[in-house]
């Protein structure tokens, strides 16, 4: 009973691991996006063509 207890927590743990993990990655590639935007404004407005 012990051992079955332990590999259900060790499986939770893990998926809320890899889950989590995911997540950052995605709120990442969001973020990277958005700089990229914002770098690309400021070389438009960089000669003040704003």
Not at 30 to 35: L, M, S, T
């Given at each position: 009973m012990k051992r079955l207890?332990?590999?259900l927590m060790?499986?939770?743990f893990s998926?809320?691991?890899l889950t989590a993990?995911?997540?950052v990655a995605g709120a990442g590639k969001?973020?990277?996006?958005?700089?990229e935007?914002?770098?690309q404004k400021a070389?438009?407005?960089k000669d003040a063509k704003c």
């Open positions: 207890i332990a590999l060790l499986v939770s998926s809320l691991t993990c995911n997540t969001d973020v990277q996006k958005v700089g935007k914002v770098e070389e438009d407005c």
